[in-house]
């Protein structure tokens, strides 16, 4: 995509007050900035990286870039470049917004790292399968909950059934019987 920004308008510029000189600062920053977009456009699933550099013995500088997921790993890897393009690295922070991707610096820790640690590759999950026993276990459980729910649904609808043929039937019989015991009957003839 030569020149072409993967990125449009709005985009989102802040910078730490704070100024520094930027000679060996600004070649450290670049450098953790530019590990950390490599490190996120080959992430597979996250498309998203944290550093943290020592800079001096009392300075550590720390690093975070993150991508949409969609991005393909060369537009995340460009658009991150992009970002990096647009810090002044003469302040001891910044941050870059773009609506494909977020770079920002500090000379302070602004993630939680044990929130952001980099776990062990897991391997896919597969189900285990169980011991028999506890199969027997599970079936014997689930029967001994869904036999009587289920005794108890019917015979819940026995009973509705069996209250409303009654109440018909009640009804039927009396209004037969208001019908047969009407001595008032008059015939009209003309």
Do not use: H
């Amino acid at each position: 995509m030569d020149g072409i920004r993967t990125w449009s308008t709005p985009t989102i510029i802040t910078w730490n007050n704070q100024s520094v000189r930027p000679d060996r600062f600004k070649d450290a920053m670049f450098s953790l900035m530019n590990k950390s977009s490599m490190e996120a456009a080959d992430s597979k699933e996250k498309r998203f990286a944290v550093n943290k550099s020592r800079f001096t013995l009392s300075q550590t500088l720390y690093a975070f870039v993150q991508c949409i997921p969609d991005l393909s790993p060369e537009g995340c890897l460009n658009c991150l470049q992009q970002s990096m393009m647009e810090f002044n690295f003469s302040r001891v922070g910044g941050r870059v917004v773009f609506p494909s991707c977020n770079s920002r610096y500090e000379i302070y820790p602004f993630y939680n790292e044990s929130l952001v640690a980099t776990p062990s590759p897991s391997l896919p999950v597969t189900a285990t399968p169980s011991p028999p026993g506890k199969v027997k276990n599970s079936l014997v459980i689930i029967l001994a909950t869904c036999v009587p729910v289920s005794v108890f649904v019917l015979f819940l609808v026995a009973v509705s059934s069996y209250q409303v043929t009654k109440k018909v039937k009640k009804t039927d019989n009396t209004t037969a019987a208001d019908d047969g015991n009407n001595s008032n009957n008059y015939v009209c003839t003309a």
